[in-house]
């Protein structure tokens, strides 16, 4: 099977770790991942971080939950999966004709599915 849609991320865990969610349908498991990257100014030659970016992740598979459980709050990892969209409906207020009027629109939310999930090494600046 090829998987054309593949996302890789590596990053640090936040503090508050894995969620595990259990349901009469099924288990997943919820975290976050904080990703910064960083670049060396030619003049100074000083490593610069840039802003951190949050990523919303969840994992069905049972082998990557029980890795994920067995990983400290904080890990460094780095995460393969793809990007999925759900939607879902939002209302909203708007003004026609002098009138307030309320409309339904759907809009789209990404959320990352992980399938593997391995400890990442801290990179080594030069």
């Known amino acids: 099977m090829a998987i054309n849609n593949t996302i890789e ?3 640090n865990m936040n503090k508050n770790g894995v969620r595990i969610i259990e349901s009469e349908e099924s288990t997943f498991a919820v975290l976050s991942l904080a ?3 960083s670049y060396k100014e030619e003049e100074s030659g ?3 971080n840039k802003d951190t970016l949050w990523h919303d992740l969840i994992a069905f598979s049972p082998s990557v939950i ?7 709050s904080k890990a460094r990892v780095k995460i ?3 990007l999925s969209y ?5 209302e909203i207020d708007l003004e026609e004709n002098g009138k307030s ?3 339904v629109i759907n809009k789209k939310e990404a959320s990352i599915i992980v399938r593997r999930v391995e400890q ?4 080594k600046k030069k």
């Open 86 to 90: 759900r939607t879902f409906p939002v």
């Open 80 to 82: 393969t999966g793809t």
């Open 9 to 11: 991320l590596i990053g």
């Open 120 to 123: 990442a090494p801290l990179p």
């Open 35 to 37: 990703t910064t990257d």
């Open 66 to 72: 029980e890795i994920l459980k067995g990983l400290n």
């Open 46 to 48: 000083e490593w610069k």
């Open 101 to 103: 009027v309320t409309k």
